[in-house]
């Protein structure tokens, strides 16, 4: 299914105000979907929270602390086209279904790594999660933005995703109220405890603490993917189709430029995106003074402020094209990490809070841009562009690096403020869809 590029160069405001949002006869299949963006951002959250959860109970460093986000990274990276292949024999419903199935089996792995108490089990876990986000991100993306009017493709996007940041909201405060056992102990107090021999039990217990969370949401995940399995979902285009040309090839993707460039966008926004929300819960205790629990919930604060950029965005497209307001928040985005790193404290921490709303409409943009006129293609490149989460594998640990090397954990956000550069040029001149005249051989 080509998807038109008008909203895009610039549609007048009451041209897009005239389009149906909403899939006519497929709200329920729409809503099921929808629902999947609100239930792969609980995990995401947490991961945020399993950092600096992980710093205490396995006594490790900030760079092996960030291995959570390469492990859960990698597995979008590595599953996200073998997901798409998937998909093109068996269509999208096939991919909800059996990327909720490995979401509910990594959320249930929890248990049996807490009950060892192997750090690495727990990243097999959080991969096996990952990679069943891959394939629900891989399907639920160009579902959405295929299902229904081309020309709201951008707007209806944002709106899925906008549930997204509800389920970052509600895994931030599951990890800080139930995680999160709010007991810090000092350097003496770990000497006294080692003297005891009750530090030990002190940190099995902390890794327990993992446990019930984790198993409630694998029975959601499993929940839902009955329900999925039991409706009837729409065939999008190309879906039934069995030709090479009906599915689309890689190959073909070299056509279209604006297509790699939001690849590429998408790397640095994901990298900016998690390396933020990791490092903030640090950031606060550092500099503010805070406690964990403190920040954890300062963290959720500013997750709130993503969702309601992600809702107030998506009015805003109304009537400004969506590559025009993300290069706006973008530039906004540039200032207030410039402050972070610059006006460590009180200053830094609030800048680096309200990043969150300018960064709320991104990665939908990017991704419903950079499927612009794609047509067959549409459900590879998509595959791509969930690939590029790999940006948070690669950034957070980069950050990590950073903070330890100049210890300095505001410092380490430099890395986010060169990704916002980038997502803003993008947005500038990159993001207009355009094809090449003469397809690769």
């Known amino acids: 299914m080509s998807v038109s590029s008008s909203a895009s160069s610039g549609t007048s405001s009451s ?31 947490m991961n945020d929270v399993l950092i600096r959860q992980f710093m205490k109970s396995f006594a ?8 959570v986000q390469s492990a859960f990274y990698i597995g979008y990276f590595l599953v996200a086209t073998p997901a ?65 009017d081309p ?54 217990t902390e890794t327990l603490r993992v446990i019930e969370p984790y198993l409630v949401i694998g029975c959601i995940a499993f929940f839902w993917a009955f329900l999925i399995w039991r409706t009837k979902f729409p065939s999008i285009q190309g879906e039934q189709g069995n030709s090479e040309k009906e599915h689309g090839r890689f190959r073909e993707l070299l056509r279209y430029p604006h297509f790699w460039l939001a690849v590429v966008a998408q790397f640095f926004y994901v990298g900016a995106q998690v390396g933020t929300w990791s490092w903030f819960i640090l950031y606060a205790q550092r500099y503010a003074h805070q406690p964990e629990k403190a920040a954890g919930y300062l963290l959720t604060g500013s997750l709130v402020v993503f969702g309601i950029g992600r809702f107030l965005s998506v009015y805003l497209m109304r009537f400004i094209a969506p590559n025009k307001l993300m290069s706006a928040y973008g530039l906004i985005n540039i200032v207030l990490v410039s402050i ?11 800048a680096l809070f309200l990043t969150s709303f300018f960064m709320s409409l991104m990665f939908p943009t990017i991704f419903a841009l950079g499927l612009k006129g794609l047509g067959p293609n549409t459900k ?47 947005s500038l001149l990159g993001s207009k869809p355009r094809q090449t005249l003469i397809a690769p051989a």
């Open 15 to 45: 041209q897009r105000s005239a389009h149906h949002l909403f899939p006519a006869g497929q709200l329920v299949p729409f809503i099921l979907v929808t629902v999947l963006f609100f239930l792969w951002g609980i995990p995401s959250s």
């Open 60 to 67: 490790i460093s900030h760079f092996q602390a960030s291995l």
């Open 84 to 148: 798409a292949l998937v998909m093109r024999k068996a269509g999208y419903k096939a991919g909800f279904i059996i990327g909720l199935l490995l979401f509910g089996l990594g959320d249930f792995l929890f248990w049996p790594a807490a009950l060892i108490g192997r750090y690495e089990f727990f990243l097999l876990a959080l991969f096996v999660i990952a990679s069943g986000l891959s394939f629900l991100e891989t399907a639920s993306n160009p579902f959405i933005a295929q299902l229904g």
């Open 151 to 204: 020309d709201t493709s951008e707007q209806r996007l944002n709106f899925s995703q906008a549930f997204n940041p509800f389920g970052a909201i509600s895994g931030a405060w599951i990890g800080t109220t139930f995680i999160f056992s709010g007991i810090e102990l000092t350097p003496a107090e770990i000497t006294v405890r080692e003297a005891q021999n009750t530090y030990q039990a002190y940190l099995k």
């Open 340 to 350: 972070g790193v610059l006006v460590p404290g009180w200053t830094g921490l609030w």
């Open 380 to 426: 590879i490149g998509g595959s791509l562009l969930v690939m590029a989460i790999v940006g948070g594998a690669v950034l957070t640990p980069m950050m990590g690096l950073i903070s330890e090397r100049f210890h300095s954990i505001a410092l380490a956000y430099s890395v986010p403020l060169v990704a916002y550069i980038v997502i803003a040029l993008y």
